[in-house]
């Protein structure tokens, strides 16, 4: 299967020093080695929170990216610029998973946390939103549920709210997560 017709469109940024992030070579490299076809990158260099700029990425570029190219693609897959796929998990594994709904592939942990009314019942948040693939014909549908945020928020907690409405399904287990490097976010390593 050609895997250019399911392109990896990754969200990253330039620093004030007009640079990329050190670490993002080394998620090209070990994206390409598992056999997955990466977008051409389009950082970005907004001025606002850090944790806002993973959603607004995906709003602004990859949206309008994947509009262009849209009658020539099967899917596309949203990463993180830290991303790390899995030893393990190759684009024919992928292509084997015969995967149909929009899936969310790559995280770093699901928490339980208590649900805010107290209540006895349990939310949950998934973290990291490292791999996320959407089959195209649903690319008007997600692009909608983007559109219809009032405002920026964490982009893992706008997939979360996908998983929980049913829009968007979850594996069980994680097939990407991060390399390890300094976060702006956390003001400190992130492993």
């Known amino acids: 299967m050609d895997n250019k017709l399911y392109p990896i469109d990754i969200l990253t940024f330039i620093n004030k020093d007009n640079e990329l992030p050190t670490y993002l070579n080394q998620s090209l490299y070990n994206t ?8 051409k990158i389009t ?3 907004y001025d606002i929170k850090s944790y806002h700029c993973g959603f607004k990425h995906i709003r602004d570029i990859t949206i309008p990216k994947i509009e262009k190219i849209k009658d020539n693609i099967k899917g596309f897959f949203i990463g993180e610029g830290d991303l790390l796929i899995n030893k393990s998990f190759y684009f024919n594994d992928f292509i084997e998973m015969n995967i149909t709904k929009p899936t969310w592939l790559g995280y770093k942990k699901k928490i339980s946390v208590k649900a805010q009314n107290n209540k006895t019942n349990n939310a949950q ?17 997600f692009k909608q549920k983007v559109m ?5 928020l964490f982009s893992d ?10 829009w968007l399904d979850i594996t069980n287990k994680s097939y990407a997560t991060e390399i390890e490097h300094y976060s702006n976010i956390l003001k400190n390593i992130r492993k």
């Open 125 to 141: 948040i998934i973290v990291g939103n490292f791999l996320i693939y959407i089959p195209i014909t649903y690319l008007l549908e």
């Open 157 to 166: 907690r706008f997939f979360t709210k996908l998983v929980k409405s049913g």
């Open 32 to 39: 390409s080695s598992q056999g997955f076809y990466t977008l």
């Open 43 to 45: 950082p970005d260099d």
């Open 148 to 152: 219809a945020e009032k405002r920026l």
